[in-house]
């Protein structure tokens, strides 16, 4: 086992009684779903409709904090 893997066995669940390469072997699944969404170059469009939501998203939070404790705009 690598080395690396070796150090990180502290994140597997002990209740589920299943050891570090089990949940590898079940995680391998969505590691390539991740690796896939990585990998993929978004359109034009959809890069503008990201920064549009995240926008969206920085606004929400700003209105919903405190007065003087705005984390992306300031007063």
Not at 35 to 56: A, H
């Amino acid at each position: 086992m690598p080395e690396q893997l070796k150090l990180q066995s502290r994140f597997v669940l002990p209740h589920k009684g299943e050891t570090l390469e089990e949940q590898i072997d079940k995680n391998q699944a969505a590691l390539a779903l991740l690796k896939q969404w990585i990998e993929e170059e978004p359109s034009p469009e959809e890069v503008r409709d990201r920064e549009q939501y995240w926008q969206t998203v920085k606004e929400i939070i700003d209105r919903e904090s405190k007065s003087g404790f705005k984390l992306y705009h300031q007063e």
